[in-house]
């Protein structure tokens, strides 16, 4: 199983910046997927998710109407678009798989957004 996070960097305040997730050895179609995020010091917390079928989203508090949340299941991705970025949202971004028991991360992808 591999969830593998690419698109991170450095951004300025109010600039964007999209995120994505390619997940292999697992069926991909059949699991929720999220990104969860982890500033320095603090906990990991949920930014956004995203049902199999794309059906429903949900976001935090802190992120809605700027991200959004999207998948392609035939292709095995799982996008993040993060606009009107912020200072605060400077953090490592994970993807997560999860059914059922099953739940899997990738390695992270680091934002920094700053001036």
């Known amino acids: 199983v591999q969830l593998v996070e690419s698109g991170g960097g450095l951004v300025q305040p109010g600039g964007s910046l999209r995120l994505s997730c390619a997940a292999s050895?697992?069926?991909?179609?059949?699991?929720?997927m999220s990104w969860y995020r982890q500033a320095p010091g603090k906990e990991r917390e949920l930014v956004a998710g995203i049902s199999s079928t794309s059906g429903s989203t949900n976001y935090a508090d802190s992120v809605k109407g700027r991200f959004t949340i999207s998948r392609d299941n035939a292709k095995n991705t799982v996008d993040l678009l993060m606009n009107s970025l912020k200072p605060e949202d400077t953090a490592i971004y994970y993807c997560?798989?999860?059914?059922?028991?099953?739940?899997?991360w990738g390695q992270g992808t680091q934002v920094t957004v700053s001036s």
């Open positions: 997560f798989a999860h059914r059922l028991v099953y739940n899997y």
């Open positions: 050895g697992f069926t991909f179609s059949s699991y929720a």
